[in-house]
């Protein structure tokens, strides 16, 4: 990543004598932003007409950098922020962004999230509209988009960097769900049958208003849908795990039948491809009028431990994850009040990965050894691949990891960290008390693109 300090240096070689040459402590620069336990950066003195540089020459250098730096950017002066802004409005600046850790933190405030750069390896408050984010649940994240849960169990997405935020259809809509109505026409409960396609499972089961978002939703994802010039919205959520849809601006969410136990997705092409928790993976023609189930590979394995990911490497190749989890003994394990133990004192780590790539002519999979220059990023969040070329700051042949598995709960410690897929082995990216916190942090790729924008296009 190119820091403010870097870019100092290209403007100088850009225009000499720009900047004086004593060197000085970087305030806090930022317009929205504020910045927590910044680390000292020198910083050249700037001048009134030291900055004359043509907006064009200074747009080319800021599109080299990452968001962070570039809203740093903005501030020095009046002629940087027409840059920043030009730069922005054009739709030129396409830089791809390093992932950065979202969560929450009681120190920082209801309605702030915190952001940990991984480029830069600081902390960043963001400002977030009603509700409080930290009463939110974190649903999942996609291409800086993230999906939170409302107390009232209603769905939102919002853009942290933008602040932009848009209500998806109400959790009524959802197929298996039903309101119960008080005397007054108010909600008080809610009914969630359990079935999938045409097999009944067991009876109805009720529940209010609070605890529904606990037991409802698994996981969720934005995809861009450039054909239509719209954002689509997916979501694994219970009974058995199944998939509802919603384009942005939809009244309703849409179901998907008749299969279940659906674990991952990823949308190419105008198709939705899902990952079961035993290996399967279906695809859904979300462009068509008709949104049937195609199977394009059975299951692989039985049900047991792996949590299962599907994601497209940069060759274009879909590689299936497989992440066995384990629990980590916690205190005396040979106490008999250890199974009684509170949740939040259970630790589950990561204790394998099994990297496969589908062939899709085949329908089988073919075991790989590793990631040859490339890192994942798993959790909670869109599953990605990056090119160690392109992010040489990042591990190659390392997964960047989250926790999947009780990702709502709350817990003292999570599985989160940097997993070697050589040697099995996981590093703390910062110390692990930062996430002991709720709900628990997810990988984001901070993103310009305000969805209101476009889909008024």
């Known amino acids: ?101 979202l969560y929450t933190s009681e120190s920082a405030g209801d309605n702030v999230a915190c952001l940990y750069s991984l480029a830069e390896k600081r902390v960043y408050k963001l400002t977030l509209p009603e509700p409080p984010i930290r009463s939110r649940y974190f649903i999942g994240s996609s291409d800086g988009w993230l999906v939170t849960a409302d107390e009232r169990c209603e769905l939102h997405i919002v853009n942290p960097i933008t602040g932009e935020q848009i209500a998806l259809p109400s959790v009524t809509t959802i197929e298996q769900v039903e309101p119960i109505f008080d005397d007054a026409g108010a909600i008080q409960e809610y009914e969630l049958s359990q079935y999938f396609g045409e097999e009944v499972a067991r009876d109805p089961v009720t529940y209010s208003r609070e605890d529904l978002r606990d037991t409802l939703y698994v996981k969720a994802f934005v995809f861009s849908d450039s054909s239509l010039g719209s954002y689509i919205v997916v979501l694994i959520h219970e009974p058995f795990c199944q998939l509802s849809f919603a384009r942005v601006g939809d009244s309703e969410w849409t179901w998907l039948p008749p299969s279940a136990d659906y ?68 205190g005396d394990v040979d106490n008999e009040d250890a199974l009684e133990r509170d949740f939040s004192e259970i630790i589950m780590g990561t204790k394998k990965m099994m990297l496969y790539k589908v062939d899709m002519a085949t329908k089988e999979l073919v075991q790989i050894n590793n990631l040859h220059g490339h890192m994942l990023f798993l959790g909670h969040n869109q599953s990605s691949c990056l090119s160690a070329e392109e992010f040489p700051h990042l591990k190659s042949n390392h997964v960047y990891m989250t926790e999947d598995e009780g990702a709502i709960l709350k817990r003292n410690q999570r599985d989160i960290g940097v997993f070697n897929l050589e040697n099995n082995t996981t590093e703390e990216i910062v110390p692990s008390q930062f996430w002991g916190t709720w709900p628990a942090p997810v990988w984001i790729t901070p993103n310009f693109t305000k969805m209101s924008s476009c889909l008024n296009k």
């Open 263 to 330: 674990e991952d997705c990823i949308y190419l092409d105008g198709f939705l491809y899902a990952i079961t928790s035993t290996g399967g993976i279906d695809a859904f023609d979300l462009a068509g009028p008709v949104f049937l189930r195609k199977v394009i590979m059975d299951k692989t394995k039985d049900y047991i431990y792996e949590h299962m990911y599907v994601v497209q490497a940069p060759s274009g190749d879909l590689l299936q994850v497989w992440r066995e989890l384990d629990v980590i003994p916690v």
């Open 1 to 101: 990543m190119m820091s403010l300090r870097c870019l100092c240096h290209l403007v100088l070689r850009a225009r000499p004598k720009i900047f004086a040459s004593a060197p000085s402590l970087m305030k806090t620069l930022q317009s929205d932003h504020e910045q927590v336990n910044p680390s000292p950066i020198e910083e050249a003195t700037v001048t009134r007409d030291s900055l004359e540089l043509p907006i064009e020459i200074l747009s080319d250098i800021f599109a080299l950098l990452e968001i962070p730096d570039l809203v740093r950017a903005s501030c020095v002066c009046s002629s940087w922020h027409t840059a920043y802004t030009s730069l922005r409005s054009s739709g030129w600046y396409s830089r791809q962004q390093t992932p950065c850790l």
